[in-house]
């Protein structure tokens, strides 16, 4: 297979990225799809606070209601190093933001726009990447194998949503 290169920004790459570690771990692909959107939501939202392009949370006003503690998680689950709050729910664990379960169909969507014909492919060299590591080892390499490939782009607010290039050689490479 040549190397193929896919045009993408990081969101939709750390996404697909954490529902592929997530399966490894041994979640089926609706919850792992559901386990991956928030992973990079949460990545997400810390460094746009980081980089001043959100603000810090709102904190309730004096007298007013008390803030919401949790956000109805009944336990944890760490993807690509990012502890994330999940539930049960009758159709699976489910990824909670906001009190509510990351739907997967949602998540498929997302990646189906964003990654388009690609997504396949990409799919598939990333899995043989997870595949290559035991599910415990995979747990403890898998942000900094993300980090080898996840695309380059601008550091700071100029590279916030920018493109890079994402090269299924190089994943393909990093096999353990």
Do not use: C, H
């Not at 209601?65 to 729910?89: D, M, Q, S, Y």
């Not at 739907?103 to 598939?124: N, Q």
């Amino acid at each position: 297979m040549a190397a193929k290169t896919v045009k993408i920004n990081r969101a939709p790459v750390l996404t697909l990225w954490g529902a592929v570690v997530a399966q490894r771990m041994g979640y089926g692909w609706e919850e792992a799809l559901s386990l991956g959107r928030a992973v990079a939501g949460l990545n997400a939202q810390s460094k746009g606070r980081r980089l001043g392009v959100f603000g810090e949370p709102k904190k309730p006003e004096r007298g007013g209601p008390p803030k919401k503690v949790g956000l109805g998680e009944e336990f944890w689950v760490e993807v690509v190093g990012r502890p994330v709050p999940a539930k049960r729910t009758e159709d699976g664990v489910r990824a909670v933001v906001r009190d509510k379960p990351v739907d997967p169909a949602k998540a498929e969507r997302y990646l189906s726009g964003k990654f388009g014909d690609d997504l396949d492919a990409v799919r598939d060299a990333m899995a043989d990447l997870a595949k290559s590591y035991t599910p415990k080892e995979l747990a403890e390499v898998a942000y900094e194998l993300y980090e080898k490939f996840r695309p380059k782009i601008d550091p700071g607010q100029k590279g916030w949503g920018q493109k890079g290039d994402l090269d299924l050689g190089l994943i393909r490479s990093l096999s353990g």
